[in-house]
């Protein structure tokens, strides 16, 4: 069977790359036909997170077992195919290539092809420049202070008549309540 999966970046609009790959092939040939695809070293730790159907990871295949205590089982890339743990179209994954950051690619199984075998895997679609595999860890958390402040200025609309100074409220009615509610 071949697997065909869809790779997107939430850093990059127009970046996607398709890899068609043996069903029987491991985790660790899809990470490298991955990291092949979009230039990166392989030589960095990493790790696959199957998902559901709102991207919330469920279980992890890694590169390393880090030996971490832990009840789950731990999948590693070269030891487990993928049809051990991928069935079904539609599957995502999370593709974690910067632990540091915790940056990703998102991947989803979008055809099946039974009754086909592939010996090698094929990257048969490349658009678009892939996010550099790491990043200035000041320049980083910058931006995303500067994104956290933007979104939260631009959720509140204060000139909504439900806000303080508002047509719906008055200062006496605020002083009112302030004293009910006092509990000292």
């Not at 295949?61 to 030996?67: A, C, I, K, S």
């Not at 069935?87 to 290539?97: A, H, K, N, W």
Request: with cysteine.
């Amino acid at each position: 069977m071949i697997y065909n999966f869809r790779i997107v970046s939430d850093e990059v609009d127009n970046f996607r790359r398709e890899i068609s790959i043996d069903s029987d092939s491991t985790f660790l040939q899809l990470r490298n036909a991955i990291c092949d695809s979009v230039g990166y070293d392989k030589g960095q730790m990493n790790s696959f997170f199957l998902c559901d159907e709102n991207w919330e990871k469920e279980t992890e295949v890694t590169l390393e077992d880090m030996g971490a205590d832990s009840d789950n089982e731990v999948y590693l890339m070269d030891e487990t195919p993928l049809i051990d743990l991928i069935e079904d179209e539609g599957q995502r994954m999370i593709f974690v290539f910067d632990y540091l950051t915790d940056r990703c690619f998102f991947v989803e199984l979008k055809k099946i092809e039974p009754m086909k075998k592939l010996l090698d895997p094929v990257c048969s679609i490349s658009r678009g420049t892939p996010p550099p595999q790491f990043i200035d860890l000041a320049n980083f958390e910058s931006e995303i202070d500067a994104k956290a402040a933007k979104a939260v200025d631009s959720d509140i609309d204060y000139s909504d008549d439900e806000f303080v100074g508002g047509d719906l409220y008055n200062e006496e009615d605020l002083e009112n309540l302030a004293d009910d509610t006092d509990p000292f």
